[in-house]
Nanobody
Framework: QVQLVESGGELVQAGGSLRLSCAASGNIFRLNNMGWYRQAPGKQRELVATITSFGTTNYASDVKARFTISRDNAKNTVYLQMDSLKPEDTAVYYC?????????WGQGTQVTVSS
């Protein structure tokens, strides 16, 4: 069993920055993929960014120039640095850990970007 806890979501003005954190605990395998997804009201959940245990990253095209995903394997924590935030970034941001055939999700943290 794996537990994920997100933090860092806040109300921020357009153009501002936020740093999200996700701490994982439990039966975490050495090889895994962690990532951030988001879901806005009335929309499907979408991928934001992922990062492997080795540091290989993947970003959605609309955030690649503005967001940076990173991780600390010793702390089992993944981060999402978000810069130049836009109102369309407003969503609940969810952390996910994937290992072997199992996926685990956090409860989400709300990010609201005002105009």
């Amino acid at each position: 069993q794996v537990q994920l806890v997100e933090s860092g979501g806040e109300l921020v003005q357009a153009g501002g920055s936020l740093r999200l954190s996700c701490a994982a605990s439990g039966n975490i395998f050495r090889l895994n993929n962690m990532g951030w997804y988001r879901q806005a009201p009335g929309k499907q959940r979408e991928l934001v960014a992922t990062i492997t245990s080795f540091g290989t990253t993947n970003y959605a095209s609309d955030v690649k120039a503005r967001f940076t995903i990173s991780r600390d394997n010793a702390k089992n924590t993944v981060y999402l640095q978000m810069d130049s935030l836009k109102p369309e970034d407003t969503a609940v941001y969810y952390c996910r850990l994937s290992q072997q055939t199992s996926n685990y999700w956090g409860q989400g943290t709300q990010v609201t970007v005002s105009s």
